[in-house]
């Protein structure tokens, strides 16, 4: 059904450029999964689908891959970055938001979301040089004392107390993916219609009961947005937490030791794949790594979809 | 000093052909702060300008065998595996030719200790298989009578990128251990026992020099410029050498040198060679005209004039560098290797 409006060849042209602009978005990500999955193609006729996602050796030497300790460590790291920085990132929406005079708060918001532009290399240093030795000395290796003297079974669970490992990578992480959420999350709140918040106050409820019972479950579509965007650059971070995970995707890891993501096997050894397998099983795991944002992706609109609230609701 | 007014003729004649002309090479990082000299002092002299892309060594394997450059740059030599591809799919030889010698060092983390620590092969080869775990361990103190090493736990730290490095590296280890060679192999990336990794040579100083107790390995340059304490390691004749240049030389000064240069000088049987040393090479299609690259014989001419260039003139730039020079036999072998240059089947450097 075409409306008498966009009648106009002005119209037109424009409806045809914005179809054409939009579908070579979709193209180009059709194009790069197709361009990584038939890179990874020898990969996964190698060691098949499964094989390949469940192998645990990752071995150039005796052309042995699997892309298993890889994709759990982007999960365990994604996953428990995103759970420390949701509250900090909501605490600070919510300060911002709601509770601080105007100047402070704008100040506020102009420094969260400057943490977004920092490079991540910047972060890794930072990492590196403040973050791993405080972490050590302070941290890693008082627990690790304890432990050897009162729970010697935890010991392992622990790992070495170096510094460098899943930790420190996991804090920088955090650190890292706040303003995501946060920006997200303060805008939803933002746009919580000023009617409902009126009408509790009317109802006599205080600050905070407006807060927990209005504003936070009116905003929450844009909350979880604001989430499943940091849980994505979570996932996708590459460099800062190259240089702080240490690397070793030798499975079980433990909460001090050296680990390994998706993300940083590909930094690390794509330089130097001289083609063959090794090559091959790279893209596969890029592949793999498009195959799970895809998937963060889709559960998360769907979750989003049963939550937002007003018009977005279906 | 006729052979030398000739090959000053022959160069002068190969500028004059060559002005004007482009060449590309992409590869090794390690000696990319030698090439970028070379290839500053070679474009004010001749005025070929030479582009150079440190990639990392695969990645400028791969863009020679796509033909997108005229020489690949590498610091292990082709697999013969590799070699047989490229004579395959390209109906070429591939030409080694070697600039200079590099070697890879122990680098560690040792609060109070002063004196330079001595390791042994199967003594470095236990630490990285995760066998030898504390620095005060019998074997490392019998090694190092007089120095009092502290019972700190000894965190292994190595390349997570492939490097070149790490393909000399276990490339030592795997001769001096049975076990190495049977557990963990030989390559530029290598499924590693123990320890953790850091990104590039600066990743693993970093490491190190972050955690108290660490054990890395860097190349000889870096760990030199950076003041990063290195150990003295015992070579096949039993001897504790340190790396430095003369080390480095003496350890190329082989009785058999092959003709093709690949050859490998870690466990060198030299007396006064360094044990973990290598060449770092240039590569080139024998046939010229069969890398795409290569578009016309004054290119093919221009490139080898610059092999010809580096292999004599250039290496009085190596050692400012804290890279060792080639010994004799690796620059007549490479010499002989430049003449066997071709061009449609004709000789680039005439005889």
Known sequence: MRSKIYGKPGDRVFTALLVVLGLTVMLVAALMAWELGFGGREAFRAFGFWG??????????????????????????????????????????????????????????????????????????????????????????PL??????????????????????????VLVLALMIVPYASSLARDAIRLVPRSQREAMYALGATRWEVV???????????????????????????MAVTMLIGNSGQLPYSVFGPAATMASVIA????????????????????????????????ADFILRRMSVGEGRK | MKKIVIL????????????????????????????????????????????????????????????TVHFGASDAPLTDKKLAEFEQKRGTRVIHVPTALGAVVPTYNLPGVRAAVRFSGPVLADIFLGKIRKWNDPALAALNPGVKLPPLPITVVRRSDGS??????????????PEWKKRVGVGKSVSWPAGMGGKGNEGVAGLVRQIPGALGYNELV???????????????????VRADLASLRAAAELPDFPPDTRVSLTDTPAPEGYPIASFTWILVYRD????????????????????????????????????????????????????????????????
Do not use: C
Not at chain 1, 215 to 226: C, D, M, S, T
Not at chain 1, 280 to 290: E, K, T
Not at chain 2, 322 to 348: C, D, I, K, M, Q
């Open chain 1, 52 to 141: 390949f996602l469940r192998g645990t050796a990752w071995d150039a030497v005796a052309e042995q891959f699997g892309a298993w300790p890889f994709l759990v460590g982007t999960l365990i790291t994604s996953a428990v970055a995103l759970a420390l920085a949701f509250l900090p990132a909501l605490a600070a929406a919510i300060a911002v938001a709601e509770y601080a005079p105007r100047w402070l708060g704008e100040l506020v918001a102009y420094l969260i979301d400057l943490l977004a532009a920092l490079p991540s290399v910047v972060y890794g240093l930072w990492g590196i040089f403040v973050l791993v030795p405080l972490v050590r000395d302070h941290v890693e290796q």
């Open chain 1, 212 to 238: 927990r019972r209005v504003v936070l479950p009116y905003a929450r579509g844009g909350i979880f947005a604001g989430v499943i965007l940091a849980l994505a650059r979570a996932i996708g971070e590459t």
């Open chain 2, 8 to 67: 000053v003729m022959m160069l002068l004649l190969a500028a004059a052909f060559a002005r004007g002309v482009t060449l590309s090479g992409a590869g090794a990082t390690f000696p990319y702060p030698l090439y970028a000299k070379y290839f500053s002092v070679y474009h004010k002299a001749t005025g070929v300008r030479v582009n150079y892309q440190s990639i990392g060594s695969g990645g400028g394997i791969r863009q020679l065998f796509a033909g």
């Open chain 2, 164 to 177: 070149g490095t790490t393909y000399i590296w276990t490339e030592y280890l795997a001769k001096v251990s």
């Open chain 1, 144 to 169: 690790f004392l304890w432990s050897a003297e009162h729970a010697p079974a935890l010991m392992g669970v622990l790992g070495p107390p170096t510094g460098i490992g899943m930790l420190s990578a």
């Open chain 2, 222 to 240: 870096y760990a030199v410029q950076n003041e990063i304490a290195y150990g003295a390691v015992q070579n096949r004749a039993g001897k504790f």
């Open chain 2, 288 to 351: 010229l005209d069969k890398n795409r690259a290569v578009k016309s014989a004054a290119e093919a001419r221009a490139l080898a004039a610059l092999l010809d260039w580096i292999i004599h003139d250039g290496q009085q730039f190596n050692e400012a560098l804290h890279y060792a020079t080639l010994p004799e036999v690796a620059v007549r072998a490479s010499e002989a290797n430049l003449a066997g240059l071709l061009y449609r089947g004709e000789a680039v450097i005439p005889k």
């Open chain 1, 268 to 299: 690390n050894e794509f330089a130097e794949a001289e083609g063959g397998l090794q090559l091959s099983s790279l893209l596969a795991v890029g592949f793999l790594l498009m195959l799970l944002s895809l998937a963060v992706n889709l559960v």
